[in-house]
């Protein structure tokens, strides 16, 4: 069984690389990604806060990791998928948002550091992003829905946020513990 499962994805990573090749790379779609993404990191590089640069740097990193792993779980159960790829070995980088989400989560931390403001801050930009950026992307083929909608992904683009703070706010308080 597990031959025949090996087989079965070397063809599927086979046909991806090649409709990824011959398709996709630099096509409207590909060149989107690019674009949105290195957009946002210019706005990231522009708002950091240059007295906490290594801490939001941090933060961008964990939140990195936080939307390649939920983006990694969708794909996988087939919530949704993303049409155009930017490279083809990882979904991580596959996403029309691999560094939107995590500039937007980075940027909220930044500014909203208490738990409250960090709060609302956190539902504002979920239902932004998922009510009004998700549809976009949607719209523009950027992003479908298989077996997904706006509001799980308000749910979860919350559950991210604070997951997000938690782990930071834990390593922050861990690291200032052992640091004396």
């Known amino acids: 069984m597990y031959t025949q499962i090996d087989k079965m994805g070397s063809r599927f990573n086979s046909l991806q690389r090649e409709i990824w090749l011959h398709q996709d790379l630099f096509s409207p779609g590909w060149w989107s990604i690019v674009i949105i993404n290195v957009l946002f990191l210019i706005l990231f590089i522009l708002l950091i806060d240059r007295y906490r640069m290594l801490l939001i740097s941090f933060v961008f990193m964990v939140n990195f990791v936080i939307v390649g792993l939920a983006n990694e779980f969708g794909s996988n159960f087939d919530f949704w998928s993303y049409p155009h790829q930017f490279v083809v ?3 991580r980088f596959n996403a029309v ?3 939107v989400v995590p500039v937007i989560m980075s940027l909220i931390y930044q500014f909203f550091s208490r738990w409250k403001a960090y709060f609302f801050a956190t539902i504002v930009m979920s239902a932004i992003m998922s009510f009004i950026g998700v549809p976009i992307f949607v719209y523009f ?8 909608n ?4 308000f749910l979860v683009t919350v559950l991210m946020l604070i997951i ?3 782990i930071i706010d ?3 308080k861990n690291a200032k513990r052992y640091s004396h």
């Open 89 to 91: 070995f990882t979904h």
């Open 97 to 99: 948002d691999f560094a």
């Open 141 to 148: 083929g950027m992003y479908k829905l298989e077996n997904w």
């Open 150 to 153: 706006y509001v799980y992904s």
């Open 164 to 166: 997000s703070k938690l």
């Open 170 to 172: 834990f390593i922050g």
